[in-house]
């Protein structure tokens, strides 16, 4: 058959744009994207991933039981959490970045983070769970001041205090926040694919977020709206369950259905940390 054919229907192109070209050198400064870029990264990301999904997802699994473990080990292993995370995700990228070189995906990769950028890692999840501890207690002690009165007479009562917090306190708690997050958005990155020391991350990956506001803000928004909607089908069989007052089938089968989506939700964002770090970032 002719593929000349003027009769023929039009075909449209629905491949994925492929990853951009890179040398893996930095940028002396952070390039700046149009907001559109947010869903060049989810379609560059799922690119990188679909051809390893099924090993990509059992990377996944042993992250969440390793993480699983560590939390039955009261405040340690919330800590440990806390300090190693920066270490499996550093792991995770470097097993992109080989995709992406067109070498074999490993499982060991999970654990490549401990072998090459064990110390910088676990000090930016130190820097991460410090700034945590001391936003909380920053809150913790407006809160209290708030309340200094009440304490001081003796009639402090927390629900009350609760009931004191403000819409201006509100306000800072998000702005601080969104200042935290932005400091540490692609430390873990920078730090792993191009042995940037851990102090200037913090500044690079500040910088790079300043320059792309829109950009990151879409991606956030688009990714609460996907999560929303895996919640959908198990939120349909819980409330089914509750309405019909059934057996625990349902509550059973709507948290595997959940943990089905989480495990192949979970290497989609990390393979977009990759790329995105990789588009406002490399050359």
């Known amino acids: 058959m002719n593929d000349n054919n003027p009769y023929s229907p039009p075909q449209s192109d629905v491949t994925p744009p492929p990853l951009p070209s890179s040398n893996g050198e ?47 080990v009261p405040v340690l292993g919330d800590i440990a959490t806390s300090l190693l995370n920066p270490v499996f995700t550093g792991g995770l990228l470097l097993g992109m ?35 945590l501890i001391l936003f909380m207690i920053i809150i913790g002690g407006l809160l209290v001041g708030m309340n200094l009165d009440a304490i001081q007479e003796g009639g402090f009562d927390p629900t009350k205090m609760l009931n004191g917090l403000s819409v201006g306190l509100l306000a800072v708690s998000v702005i601080i926040g969104i200042l935290v997050m932005m400091l540490f958005w692609f430390t873990t990155q920078l730090i792993t694919l191009n042995d940037v020391p851990v102090f200037e991350s ?28 895996l919640m959908l089908p198990p939120g349909l069989l819980f409330f089914a369950q509750v309405a019909t007052e059934g057996s625990m089938v349902l509550l ?32």
């Open 252 to 283: 059973v089968v709507a948290a595997l259905v959940l943990f089905a989506e989480l495990l192949l939700l979970a290497p989609w964002l990390f393979g977009t940390m990759y790329v995105s770090y990789k588009a406002i970032f490399l050359k």
């Open 26 to 72: 930095l940028l002396a400064e952070p390039r700046s994207l149009p907001a559109s870029a947010a869903f060049q990264w989810l379609a560059q990301s799922w690119a990188l991933v679909k051809t390893n999904l099924g090993l990509w997802v059992l990377m996944t699994l042993a992250l969440f039981a390793i993480q699983a473990v560590m939390g039955f």
């Open 97 to 131: 970045r080989a995709v992406e070189r067109g070498e074999a995906l490993r499982f060991d990769y999970l654990f490549e983070g401990f072998k090459q950028k064990f110390a910088p890692l676990l000090g930016v999840g130190a820097l991460t769970f410090g700034v």
């Open 202 to 229: 913090l500044s690079r990956s500040f910088q790079g977020c300043l320059r792309n506001p829109l950009s990151l803000l879409v991606y956030v928004l688009v990714v609460m709206v996907i999560m929303l909607a």
